[in-house]
């Protein structure tokens, strides 16, 4: 997969605008319908409220499309009004305040505008949090415990770190390659750390070490009023349980996060598995059978998925496949042992090659090796939350098989298909109302993905999404999901605050009640005050 970051921090129009066929910034129907009812003294009003290192853009800027159009271009068309690029939580809480007095909605968009749904776009005053980059450290005073798996020693809650809400996943590698020092975050490097932790934080070692959120000790939030509060156990503990998988854009606009780090020495197991998918019947049996085998073990960290790409037929057909990756903390002859059921499986050639991939390495070099991004350019995705009663089964492994190699293609080399996070561990000794994340007795994420080109004829984005329905309905032909993963938002989801929050949605709106009681903070799938 391709890292987009530079492409779409491109100063200027350039290949990205073009690309989605939008016009240039000083075009006057371009900018007009950008730009709203807010007179040219409301927006100076603005600009003049901002500290020095804020910068506003309106749509007759040069920079404006780059920090205008969000990595998922499906929802390339929803161009902002303005865009304030934060600085500080001042800067962020000025933006919140004149947004309030001249009518329009604000949302806070941390990384690259990844989110499936286009939550993370508006029309009305856009947030780029990308200038809030810190990352400070503080090493435990004393009192951190140590232990050792296999050949790896970990120093468990061996200090704090504080990140700026414009820290992605990839800010983080370079001080895990460095010094050593781990937060559980996922695996696209552009991805912003605050979507993350505020919707759970699945990744390659929340069995060890929990989701992301479980390792927030607290997070600054400005709220709708403007004013700039301390969420965590000790203050605001309401609004510290909501922002642990209640979702951004919620309750306010969260400035800054601290987590607890954990510090590696040593190396750990990794494994990256490929068939065809003749193979698709046993290995997804056999890998589930392990998912539930090592529920308990926080060791074990696995991703199962099916998928294809390509625009014709006979290349979709070719190029389809079944796959596993993972990490764990232990040593390599251990890591084989668990996987030897599925290292039994397949051709002489891809038993070969699997067996090949089981090694020892880094935890630096792990991050790098697990790490993929999002689909780029145009996607969409149906999730969903299996326990171990709803594994799934041959027949619906089966029918899965069958409607993948009829995916309609596309221009974009992402593809299509399904993947499964297998949960456990630390994850699922968490109560389920002790934050809020719900999903916490369950064995998978799973996410049923499609995606498309800029380039792709709109009839192609349309098969892509029927395809998508289909898919997702003949695997769940005799029940549908009842949970659903917030991270993954579906916008057609109707029982979404049941699939996403469960019994805590009630929990969630009291929240809301009281740290928003107007509802400023709003979208399609936002928590609701009553």
């Known amino acids: 997969m391709i890292d987009r970051r530079n492409v779409l921090r491109a100063g200027a129009l350039g290949s990205v605008g073009a690309a989605l066929g939008l016009q240039a910034p000083g075009s006057t129907a371009a900018a007009a319908e950008a730009a709203g009812p807010v007179d040219a003294r409301d927006w100076k009003r603005l600009a003049d409220a901002l500290s020095p290192g804020a910068t506003l853009y309106r749509p007759y800027s040069s920079e404006y499309v780059s920090l205008a159009v969000p990595f998922n271009h499906r ?12 600085a500080t939580a001042g800067d962020v809480s000025a933006a919140i305040c004149w947004a309030r007095s001249v009518g329009l909605p604000v949302v806070p968009r941390s ?10 776009t508006t029309r009305g005053l856009l947030l780029n949090m990308a200038r809030m980059k810190s990352i400070v450290s503080t090493p435990a005073p004393g009192g951190a415990h140590s232990r050792v798996y296999g050949p790896m020693k970990v120093v468990h809650d061996a200090g704090t770190v504080t990140v700026g809400a414009g ?13 050593g020092m781990f ?13 993350l932790v505020l919707g759970g934080g699945i990744g390659f070692s929340d069995k060890m070490f929990g989701l992301t959120c479980d390792r927030l000790v607290s997070t600054t939030v400005v709220l709708a009023d403007g004013r700039v509060v301390e969420a965590g156990k000790d203050t605001h503990p309401d609004l510290f349980w909501a922002c642990r998988g209640g979702a951004g854009n919620n309750f306010g606009v969260n400035t800054s996060f601290t987590f607890q ?41 696995l991703r199962l998925g099916i998928g294809t790409n390509g625009t014709t037929r006979t290349q979709i057909r070719a190029n389809a496949n079944v796959n596993a990756i993972g990490q764990f903390y232990g040593t390599v002859q251990e890591l084989r042992a668990i996987l030897a059921p599925l290292l039994r499986i397949g051709t002489s050639e891809e038993r070969a090659s699997n067996r090949a991939s089981v090694r020892q390495v880094t935890p630096g070099e792990a991050s790098e090796l697990l790490s993929a991004t999002t689909p780029i350019e145009r996607f969409a995705t149906k999730s969903a939350i299996l326990d171990a009663r709803s594994v799934l089964t041959d027949r619906q492994v089966g029918a899965a098989a069958e409607r993948l190699l009829e995916w309609p293609g596309s221009g974009n080399e992402d593809g299509a298909g399904f993947a499964m996070f297998a949960l456990g561990g630390e994850i699922n000794q968490v109560p389920p109302n002790a934050t809020a994340f719900v999903h916490r007795d369950d064995l998978f994420v799973f996410a049923a993905e499609t995606s498309w080109a800029d380039s792709d004829l709109p009839s192609v984005a349309e098969a892509n999404l029927h395809w998508l329905r289909q898919f997702y309905d003949d695997i769940f032909a005799e029940k549908s999901p009842e949970q659903a993963y917030q991270n993954f938002p579906d916008p057609t989801l109707e029982n979404w605050r049941e699939a996403y929050y469960g019994s805590n949605y009630p929990r969630l709106v009291h929240v809301k009640r009281k740290y928003d009681p107007t509802g400023f903070f709003d979208y399609a799938q936002a928590i609701g005050t009553n």
């Open 111 to 120: 990384g690259l505008g990844h989110n499936y749904a286009g939550y993370s």
């Open 183 to 195: 937060v559980p975050t996922g695996r696209c490097p552009s991805v912003g750390v605050a979507g």
């Open 167 to 179: 820290v992605t996943n990839g800010d983080l590698h370079p001080m895990l390659e460095d010094h």
């Open 75 to 86: 929802y390339a068309g929803i161009l902002p009004a303005g865009i304030v690029a934060c």
């Open 261 to 301: 780090y954990e510090q590696f020495e040593g190396t750990v197991g990794f494994y990256q598995l490929r068939w065809s998918l003749d193979s698709v019947l046993p290995v997804v049996a056999a890998a589930q059978h392990i998912a539930q085998a090592t529920v308990g073990d926080r060791r074990f960290h």
